[in-house]
């Protein structure tokens, strides 16, 4: 997984998503500068079933899917779209996926 440049107006767009809407300006800067910008291609996956769940993601673009396996084949769970945070959140007992994340889109996140 490559770690790409941002690209400008990054930070604006965090701003625009309504989970940082009552967010010091401060603490969204942070997050953009601690986070790494990753591009991920149509059908591209994320991650899989056993890897470890270790950081927040943020759907900047696109759309992403979270696919469990049920009666022996994969289903979409949860579909993700821009502005979604998802991954190690405050709280969560998650430790590793038990499905896969795969771009249904090309989509960018910052991780």
């Known amino acids: 997984m490559e770690v ?6 990054l930070l604006n767009t965090l701003h625009t998503f309504d989970i940082f809407k009552d967010i010091d300006p401060e603490v969204v800067q942070w997050v953009h500068d601690v986070s790494e910008y990753h591009v991920y291609k149509k059908g ?3 991650f899989e079933p056993g890897d ?3 950081h927040m993601v943020i759907n900047m673009s696109g759309e992403w899917a979270i696919q ?3 009666d022996n084949t994969y289903r979409d769970y949860q579909n993700v779209f ?3 945070i ?9 430790k590793t996926a038990q499905g896969y994340g795969v771009a249904i889109k090309e989509s960018e996140a910052l991780l």
């Open 4 to 9: 790409l440049t941002k690209p400008p107006g």
């Open 44 to 46: 591209e996956k994320f």
């Open 52 to 54: 470890s769940i270790d």
């Open 68 to 70: 469990i396996k049920q």
């Open 82 to 84: 821009p502005g979604t």
């Open 86 to 94: 998802s991954g190690l959140l405050p709280y969560s007992r998650l």
